[in-house]
């Protein structure tokens, strides 16, 4: 497997981490869009949140808080941003999972291209029914 995120689980690619347990690693972002951008990176290779086992994805939003409260302890940060994509279409390029703690700083410029769109009422209920028949 050519996967950049397991050579760097199994220390064959140098890293900066910041946490590492049983099920995962935290390590700073070599291509941060903010300073102390932080990914997670689930040991166990998965390919996204579909992939993810249930257990450690039980696991993965409380290790988020905890590793979150860490960096804002040392950066005094004014926001966070968490962010994990699934499939190229939704922004994925490292197609094993991991999850963005993106620090904020007050008018840092940086944009995450979260554009939306207003919805009708009556479009919303149509999309609450199917998805409630699914």
Sequence with gaps: MDCIFCKIVNKEI???????DDDFLAILDAFPVAYGHTIIISKKHAEDI??????????????????AAKLKAYLNFDGLNLMQNNAESAGQSVFHFHMHLIPRYEGDGVELG???????????KKLHEKILKA
């Design 14 to 20: 140098p890293s900066y981490a910041v946490y590492e």
């Design 50 to 67: 579909f992939a993810l086992d249930e257990n450690l994805a039980s696991k993965v939003l409380p290790l988020a808080q905890k590793v």
């Design 114 to 124: 979260v554009n939306s769109k207003n919805t009708s009422a009556d479009e919303l």
